[in-house]
T-cell receptor, first 111, second 114 residues
């Protein structure tokens, strides 16, 4: 079983739409959670960290359910500039240091 | 504040050659991570260096190696290049204060093996 699983999409939505991405992780010892955004042939950039209480940053809302080992990202009022691949990322902490990446969910927002 | 930098941007090698990739972390960061992103695949963890020591290694053969210098910059070496090594190699850095620190990525080195 993969460490982090995401629906690869693609998601094609019109401007102004609301879109939700889901992600599951397999290791219950995972300690920190993130959503990164990656534009075509570019490096991943941190979009937001994900906290148990849920957190919001403008049009973006992230939720974490530790019991179900499930992470979500909601994008409201989609913009053309939101078109990218969204990566669900988990850090198991301890001595590992490394990040575990999902394969990414591709989003295209059309005018 | 300058971000993570990597050089070169692109590198073209032939099978059997060696490649050296370089990374400079964000100022004040002591941890450097290397990841490989092959076409159509997710990011795969290669190596983690902190305070000059190798802390963790991904599931890659020994011909992938690296080091971290006293100024915290890092080098990734790939020996005996194979066609499958063609990929985007990403370096990330974090403050090293906690193993769950946020990692910030450089622009990557695109390695092509012919």
């Amino acid at each position: 079983r993969k460490e982090v699983e995401q629906d690869p999409g693609p998601f094609n939505v019109p401007e102004g739409a609301t879109v939700a991405f889901n992600c599951t992780y397999s290791n219950s010892a995972s300690q920190s959670f993130f959503w990164y955004r990656q534009d075509c042939r570019k490096e991943p950039k941190l979009l937001m960290s994900v906290y148990s209480s849920g957190n919001e940053d403008g049009r973006f809302t992230a939720q974490l359910n530790r019991a179900s080992q499930y992470i979500s990202l909601l994008i409201r009022d989609s913009k053309l500039s939101d078109s990218a691949t969204y990566l669900c990322v988990v850090n198991r902490g301890s001595t590992l240091g490394r990040l575990y990446f999902g394969r990414g969910t591709q989003l295209t927002v059309w005018p | 504040e300058a971000g993570v930098t990597q050089s070169p941007t692109h590198l073209i090698k032939t099978r059997g050659q060696q490649a050296t990739l370089r990374c400079s972390p964000i100022s004040g960061h002591t941890s450097v991570y290397w990841y490989q992103q092959a076409l159509g695949l997710g990011l795969q963890f290669l190596l983690w260096y902190d305070e000059g020591e190798e802390r963790n290694r991904g599931n890659f053969p020994p011909r992938f190696s690296g080091r971290q210098f006293p100024n915290y910059s890092s080098e990734l070496n790939v020996n005996a290049l194979e066609l499958e090594d063609s990929a985007l190699y990403l370096c990330a850095s974090s403050s090293g204060m906690s193993s769950t620190d946020t990692q910030y990525f450089g622009p990557g080195t695109r390695l092509t093996v012919l």
